[in-house]
């Protein structure tokens, strides 16, 4: 039990992302309740969309004898919701909301924030409406929940504590109208990326250099943010706690929200489902098999055993994530006289994906003679390709793309002739598709291949904190991070000075203006471990799972305990 005087006797938590696996912050969420669960013994409920009407959530199982009383009423008072467990670990209460009958009073709801809170929805364009309906929805249903349960229990006796975080931009609406209805709630309001600060970043403008000289206001003027920037500062400005992710994070609320986080929320981790011992090593041997089998088919040539195997994934921003940086290091490699050992990079972001290529999926998959002889006609040609003929048409690329003549990272690979020449020992693989283990070309989960990597490169420009790199140190894979993304800073710090790759992580320095250094820097630490004997490889290897070891929830948790506990004083 934490040593702070206040912890909550129960917890809402809302976010698009509840039961809804998008992005970083379903990992933050997924992974962390079963420790908040233990550490405050508080009721958690989560608060997600409910996206799944038609379909089966496999996220998601209803009950419907959870909070059974409580339903009823709600029930009778508009709401639509369902009810049951998020299957994470501690299979914590979800309740998921339909939004969709708020879009009937939005106008309504628009100019009643304006009038209490100054949020400006004038200019609201694409995912505003949702996520703002949404927000309002779960607002309202922890509304009804405290005035038909909670409130009870305080005429019993002592008035229970309640904490209310949202997450992001998309849930600020929700904060905001919950402090206002019901005071007693405490509100947390947590923000994983200024939106301000990503579209600057986005926008190719140096967020780094002029960050002090940089306006939130204006800035969103500029680059037609108004809206969801309004509702960030208001929300930052109004609830009882603000926070955010990481150092370098704060720095930009201070900046474009005008102000700092009340505590900094580091982002923890649980390994768990990493598996151990035999069992690990395999994963790790069958992930190989399968990504060089991919390789050789696509690319006409074998792979040998001790092919480095390299990876990016994560959110297709294509500046932000280091995309760019990377390509361009890998050219580099590609030029170098001392490389001596095949070096085969994945690209792991979903694009505008089609499909799997259906020329590769039949050389993966050769059909029976049967069904060869059956449908010959129909069957596209599977010369070359085979591991020792010619490549496929594209050999860069495993699914078909809506945008092919357009897309950002095979543009650029065009332009500094990363074509996987057989010559080249770089060969570089764009796999522009989720890894959900239905791709159609490697059919397994991006948590099963992940453990076949020999080392993983994040690159990032723009970065509140990085999973990705914790994920992969996580499953024993060295990783090259930068010190514009949080879990960078936070590496460094459990040194003190810039981690190496020797300690399990490269901390590469970026900034605005030092691009070429940066981008020579990746490829000299690639080089370097193509070098390396297998000995300091599984050192290495050790070295990168210890840390990560250091990131687990129960050494993290203590900060969202002291989130609450400012929260829960301003409302006492």
């Known amino acids: 039990m934490s040593v702070n005087k206040r912890t909550p006797d129960y917890i809402f938590e809302v976010s698009w992302e509840v039961c809804n696996k998008v992005g970083g912050i379903y990992t933050v969420l997924s992974t962390r309740a079963k420790t908040i669960l233990e550490k405050t013994n508080a009721q958690l409920v989560f608060i997600g969309p409910d996206l799944w009407k038609e379909t089966e959530n496999p996220l998601f199982k209803e009950d419907k004898r959870l909070l059974a009383g409580w339903r009823k009423k709600a029930t009778e008072e508009g709401f639509e919701i369902r009810i049951g467990r998020w299957n994470i670990p501690g299979n914590p209460i979800a309740v998921l909301v339909d939004f969709t009958p708020y879009y009937n009073i939005k106008n309504d709801i628009y100019a009643e924030a304006w009038n209490l809170f100054g949020v400006d929805s004038l200019h609201a364009y694409g995912d505003y409406d949702e996520a703002s309906m949404f927000s309002y929805a779960a607002a309202r249903v922890a ?13 019993k006796g002592d008035a229970p504590k309640v904490i209310y975080q949202a997450h992001e931009w998309m849930t600020g609406l929700g904060a905001l109208f919950l402090k206002h209805w019901i005071p007693s709630i405490a509100t947390i309001f947590t923000t994983h990326a200024t939106s301000i600060g990503r579209s600057i970043a986005g926008n190719m403008k140096p967020l780094y250099d002029y960050m002090s000289g ?74 190989r098999r399968v990504m060089l089998d991919v390789a050789s088919k696509l690319l006409g040539q074998q792979f040998a055993d001790d092919t480095i195997i390299v990876s990016t994934g994560g959110r297709y921003e294509f500046r932000n994530k280091g995309i760019d940086i990377l390509l361009e290091s890998l050219k580099r490699l590609a030029a170098e006289p001392t490389l001596d050992r095949d070096v085969l990079a994945f690209i792991n972001v979903p694009a505008w994906v089609k499909g799997p290529r259906v020329d590769l999926k039949t050389l993966l998959n050769p059909p029976s003679r049967e069904d060869l002889q059956a449908s010959r006609s129909q069957l596209p040609s599977i010369e070359g390709g085979v591991g020792g003929g010619s490549p496929l048409e594209t050999p860069v690329i495993t699914h078909e793309l809506y945008n092919m003549d357009d ?31 239905n791709d159609g070309i490697f059919n397994m ?28 140190v996580a499953f024993h894979v060295p990783t090259i ?58 050192d290495l290897r050790r070295r990168a799972s210890a840390i990560a070891k250091k990131a687990l929830w129960d050494k993290f948790a203590k900060y969202y305990l002291e989130a609450y506990d400012i929260a829960l004083s301003k409302v006492n």
């Open 214 to 287: 940089y306006n939130g206001d204006q800035m969103a003027s500029e680059l037609n943010m108004e809206s969801k920037h309004s509702i960030e500062k208001q929300s930052a400005h109004r609830v009882d706690c603000f926070t955010t992710v990481s150092e370098i994070t704060d720095v930009e609320c201070t900046q474009l929200l005008e102000k700092p986080a009340d505590v900094i929320l580091v982002n923890g981790f649980e390994d768990d489902f990493v598996p151990k011992g035999a069992a690990f090593t395999a994963k790790r041997k069958e992930a």
């Open 407 to 437: 897309d950002k990272a095979l543009s650029m690979m065009r332009a500094i002739g990363l074509d996987n020449n057989p010559n080249s020992r770089v060969k570089v693989i764009f796999v522009p598709c989720y890894l959900n283990g």
């Open 445 to 472: 989960p991006y948590y099963d291949l992940l453990p076949g990597d020999d080392l993983a490169v994040y690159p990032s420009y723009y970065e509140p904190w990085g999973y990705t790199p914790l994920e992969s």
């Open 143 to 155: 509304e009804s929940y405290y005035n038909n349960v909670i409130a009870k229990e305080a005429k």
């Open 481 to 538: 991070t930068t010190d514009l993304a949080g879990f960078g800073l936070w590496a460094n710090s459990l040194k003190g000075e810039y981690s190496q790759l020797e300690d399990g992580v490269k901390v590469v320095h970026r900034t605005d203006s030092n691009w070429d250094e940066a981008a020579d820097e990746i490829k000299n630490t690639i080089l370097a471990f193509t070098k390396m004997d297998d000995k300091l490889v599984a």
